[in-house]
């Protein structure tokens, strides 16, 4: 597997609610998006993690940012917004959910830095590049006190462990 990874935001055509995707292992709401497979460009595996992921094809329609991580909780990663092809909200052996939410009614448990990331879209400017300054060790033993068993979960699914129920 290639050491970056992508992810995809897919607004809705008024740009008023975004696609997210509740995961099986983690069960909270995130960005469809994932690893790049070899010889695979980052914005073809952007739109394959979404079909994958939600059952919608989509066209990617530009880099949103490349945001590089300042640890290990986190790989380095190309956003793209998409916009809808074809297809239907489909769950899979990867996903719980798959909704349009209202940008101002996200759900609560969105980690970081998916919220970020949408918001980045939605400005429309050039690509950027950040530090994943919002995926830290202390924002990890933070979650570890207000939700255990998700960061529990979220541990052992980085260590390898399938957890999906």
Not at 31 to 52: F, H, K, N, V, Y
Request: hydrophobic share 45%.
């Amino acid at each position: 597997m290639h050491p970056e990874s992508v992810a995809g935001v897919v607004f809705s055509p008024d740009r008023k609610m975004v696609l997210l995707i509740q995961r099986r292992d983690v069960p909270v709401w995130v960005l469809p998006g994932g690893g790049i497979e070899p010889d695979e460009t980052p914005d073809l595996a952007a739109a394959r993690e979404i079909l994958e992921e939600t059952g919608f094809t989509v066209k990617v329609d530009r880099l949103v940012g490349i945001y590089t991580p300042i640890n290990r909780l986190a790989k380095r990663t190309h956003l793209y917004e998409c916009s809808i092809l074809d297809g239907h909200a489909s769950i899979t052996s990867e996903t719980k959910g798959v909704q349009f939410f209202p940008l101002n009614a996200l759900p609560k448990l969105i980690p970081p830095p998916f919220r970020e990331w949408i918001f980045d879209a939605l400005e429309k400017r050039e690509a950027v590049e950040k530090k994943l300054t919002s995926v830290t060790y202390w924002t990890l033993f933070k979650n570890l006190g207000l939700h255990p068993v998700l960061v529990t979960r979220f541990l052992l699914a980085r260590l390898g462990f399938a957890i999906n129920t």
